[in-house]
């Protein structure tokens, strides 16, 4: 054991005065402590905002190009698709039924309107295949197989009805059974993988959608937190120059917290009014609608001239053509023969519609509905007196009727509303991309401001201080 020597005396460390101990506290800091304290504080927290409003602004209008160059227009081209599967077998039924005679427009012009109708349906399909997405990737190949065999098929029903050669709404048995077999695979198969596609792709787009509007939500909660403690910093320092120098006001240090403010309220709306166009699809979705109920309405068409051509299944077309003819305006308790004069008083009663079309008319419902409902009127009474005439056995006339487009012929009325539809469809699709373009350029406006903000508050927060701490030296 070490024994200390005797006489010898331990040597303790001596204590700590109650001065010093009181000078580590922040409260007892010195005056240019505090304000080398504060001027870090605001110049660090100005970067942060700076980089969370310039991060903030080109993450969103990354998005925003995403959605309105990729997502947006593949989730169209799939919806699309349908109506130019529908289109396809409108024409086939017009062909089988038109014959080497030739009604209306002849049974080649019906042959190059099929042609035309699926190169379009391939190109939607191009387009559609673009996105990565493992669902879209799965429904894609199923689309893809039944487009192919309905397009063999169909190429069947052209060969057996050329050879065939026969008079008008007069086709042999083995020329219906094939275009039954080809409209059945249609109906069955292809239109709902087409349908089940353009599902895929829209969920592709809702989750788009869902994660701007988080960004943005994200993005203006850091920028308000960052915002706030920027200017209290600033205000801070105002009153600490106030109390240890006795001046009122800091020139500079105001300009800076003006200089502050100018950046956090245009950057928090900035967000704010992105998380708005994020959520705000509706040009889109009534593009989406209208192509939905434009292939509704081919499929209806055709099945005028199904009516017409095949005898053992015209009681099916009818009732076929009434159910999508309900589908898109609803008339309640209306009949398949008395549909279109009962369509004729409710309009007249009551002015609006239900149905697929009555859910399309965004932004202009009220307009817009009284554009389209005479010209589904003119259609189906068009299509009602084509029936008249088959039942009276004139089954030429009512192919004349059904497939000419001549005024007060079935596809002349027909091509007037469809093109109605179009016309609004491509002006909300213009809408949606002018929406989407104002986003892109209202946020590449803040690739510098923001930048350009912090220089600002960081030099006028400096030269404000800079003299305050001279004065200490």
């Not at 922040?26 to 980089?51: C, I």
């Not at 062909?95 to 035309?116: N, P, W």
């Not at 965004?362 to 299509?383: C, F, H, I, N, W």
């Not at 909300?428 to 989407?436: F, S």
Request: cysteine-free; proline content about 4%; overall charge positive.
């Amino acid at each position: 054991m070490t024994m200390i020597a005797q006489g010898s005396e331990l040597e303790l460390p001596s204590p700590v005065p109650a001065a010093a101990r009181r000078r580590s506290s922040p409260r007892d800091w010195s005056t240019p402590t505090w304000l080398r304290g504060l001027t870090a504080a605001v110049l660090l927290l100005a970067v942060a905002l700076g980089a969370a409003v310039t991060l903030g602004a080109a993450d969103l209008r990354g998005g925003v190009r995403l959605i309105g160059r990729d997502t947006a227009p593949q989730v169209t081209a799939a919806a699309d698709l349908s109506l130019q599967l529908t289109e396809m077998d409108a024409q086939l039924a017009n062909v089988v039924l038109v014959g080497k005679e030739g009604a209306g427009d002849g049974r080649s012009a019906f042959v190059q309107r099929f042609d035309a109708a699926r190169r379009r349906a391939a190109g939607d399909l191009q387009q559609a295949a673009v996105s990565r997405d493992p669902a879209v990737r799965r429904e894609l190949g199923s689309t893809l197989e039944v487009f192919g065999r309905y397009q063999q098929v169909a190429g069947q029903v052209l060969y057996v009805d050329k050879e065939a050669a026969h008079p008008v709404a007069a086709a042999p048995e083995q020329v219906l059974r094939k275009y039954r077999e080809a409209t059945d695979l249609l109906e069955v198969e292809a239109l709902p993988a087409a349908d089940r596609l353009t599902g895929a792709h829209r969920a592709v787009l809702d989750r788009a959608r869902r994660g701007q509007t988080g960004a943005a939500i994200e993005a203006r909660s850091l920028v308000l937190v960052l915002g706030t403690g920027l200017v209290a910093a600033l205000g801070w320092l105002q009153l600490l120059l106030y109390r240890r120098h006795h001046r009122l006001i800091n020139p500079a240090v105001l300009l800076a917290t003006v200089a502050a403010l100018a950046l956090v309220v245009p950057g928090a709306r900035l967000f704010w009014s992105e998380e708005a166009r994020a959520r705000d699809g509706a040009a889109l979705d009534s593009v989406l609608d209208l192509a939905q109920a434009r292939a509704i309405s081919r499929d209806a068409n055709a099945d005028a001239s199904r009516f017409i051509g095949d005898e053992f299944r015209r009681d099916q077309y009818l009732q076929s053509f009434f159910a999508r003819s309900q589908i898109l305006v609803e008339v309640p308790g209306a009949k398949p023969d008395s549909y279109a004069s009962d369509l004729a008083t409710l309009y007249q009663s009551y002015g609006m519609f239900l149905g697929v079309l009555g859910t399309t008319q965004l932004p202009d419902k009220e307009p817009r509905a009284g554009q389209t409902l005479p010209k589904v009127l003119a259609y189906q009474k068009s299509v009602a007196a084509m029936r008249v005439m088959v039942r009276k056995g004139r089954l030429d006339k009512a192919a004349q009727v059904t497939t000419g487009y001549k005024p007060v012929e079935a596809n002349y009325d027909f091509e007037r509303y469809d093109r109605l539809l179009a016309g609004f469809q491509d002006a909300d699709r213009r809408a949606y991309e002018r929406h989407m373009a104002g986003g892109s350029r209202t946020l590449g406006g803040w690739t510098v401001f923001p930048g350009a903000a912090v220089v600002v508050v960081s030099a006028l927060v400096i030269i404000g201080i800079r003299p305050r701490l001279a004065e200490f030296r």
